[in-house]
């Protein structure tokens, strides 16, 4: 919990743990404790916001590299910020409709479904360290291992699959779009086995031999590369996906309208500029992997929205709903027809 007078460093030490310890979390599961026990948090009893996060590496990762940014936000705003770390898509959207967190940073799936449930807005998307705005959905094998992609798309059931969230953009709605939904492909009934996890535990149990294929992203890739280089040199990606958007910060409609122009202007200036204080605020953002926020509306997630829709007319085509796969249909027109008219 950000506190007044609660200084950078203080924070720091409250908030994590380190890396090594959160390669640790991620094999062991206990990051899955931290998530469960995120969601009985309340805001601070002096007044302030909840600021809920999405880190697939769960929070003894992400905790620390978030914990300046989340005090400069507390500085800009007047009032404490407190961060909420999950890698449960399902509980930080509950948080959102229940007012329990009332800004978050999510990923562009779980974003869609927060904007178009009415509850909230779009202010601001990331730029990754590269200054690209989108990223890309992997499948990864331990370096090797001699695994194809065309092992994996013959279906033997000889492999064990870890697969993300059901929530999941990169490592559960892409993979079906772009890989098995054209092929026919029912991850259940084409591997050994399959289990759910986050994008951190995935790779680090792909790096050590424990499952054979997994799906993950470049964003954790990039990150588990700076943060644990011998982890990131044992795995092999056989297989990307077409360019995904990037993540954002949405804040609900009901949020103080002064307090959401504050939020919105400190991400749009953070990190500008050539003065001591915006470098600072550079080497926070690169600790985050990203460059810079940019102005956004949601209409940047429309190529998530058209994911979603081709997942849904998938499953009602399977499941014979005729209704459902027609809504699923005029759907992709409809998002397909703005698309062409965009420049």
């Known amino acids: ?33 931290a998530c469960r026990q995120s969601r009985d948090l309340r805001p601070p009893p002096g ?30 705003i007047g009032m404490p910020v407190t ?9 930080l959207l ?36 590269s200054g690209e705005t989108s990223y890309r ?12 992609l065309e092992d994996v798309l013959k279906c033997e059931k000889t492999l064990s699959f870890g697969s993300g969230d059901a929530q999941s953009t990169s490592a559960t709605l892409a993979p ?21 996890a986050n994008h951190e535990k995935n790779l680090y149990e792909v790096a050590s031999g424990i499952i054979d294929v997994a799906a993950s992203n470049t964003a954790t890739y990039t990150a588990i590369q700076r943060q644990n280089p011998t982890i990131a040199d044992e795995i092999e990606t056989i297989w990307q996906s077409p360019t995904i958007p990037e993540g954002g910060v949405v804040v609900r409609q009901d949020l103080d309208p002064a307090v959401k122009e504050k939020l919105r202007g400190m991400l749009l200036s ?31 997630l429309d190529p998530v929205r058209e994911l979603i829709a081709d997942e849904a007319l998938t499953a009602a085509r399977a499941s014979g709903d005729r209704a459902a ?19």
């Open 1 to 33: 919990m950000t506190q007044p007078g609660l200084g950078r460093m203080g924070l720091t030490r409250r908030l994590g743990v380190g890396v090594l310890l959160a390669a640790a979390l991620s094999v062991t599961g206990l990051s899955a404790s």
């Open 47 to 76: 007044g302030g916001i909840t600021f809920a996060i999405l880190s697939a590496q769960g929070q003894a990762s992400a905790a620390p590299l978030w914990a300046p940014l989340l005090e400069d936000l507390s500085t800009a």
């Open 83 to 91: 961060p909420r770390f999950s890698t449960d898509y399902d509980a």
């Open 94 to 129: 509950d948080d959102l409709e229940q007012g329990r967190a009332q800004a978050a940073w999510l990923s562009a799936r779980p974003a869609v479904l927060a904007v178009d449930k009415g509850r909230a807005e779009m202010i601001a998307r990331t730029v990754n360290g």
């Open 137 to 148: 959905a992997t499948l990864i094998v331990r370096r090797g291992s001699g695994l194809t």
């Open 176 to 196: 079906a779009a772009f890989l098995f939904n054209p092929r026919g492909i029912r991850p259940e009934t084409c591997f050994k086995s399959v289990r759910a």
């Open 270 to 300: 953070y990190g500008r500029g050539d003065g001591a204080v915006a470098q600072r605020q550079q080497r926070v953002l690169a600790g985050l992997n990203y460059s810079r926020f940019i102005a956004a509306d949601d209409d940047y």
């Open 325 to 343: 796969a027609n809504r699923a249909e005029r759907t992709l027109e409809r998002l397909r027809a703005r698309r062409e008219v965009q420049p």
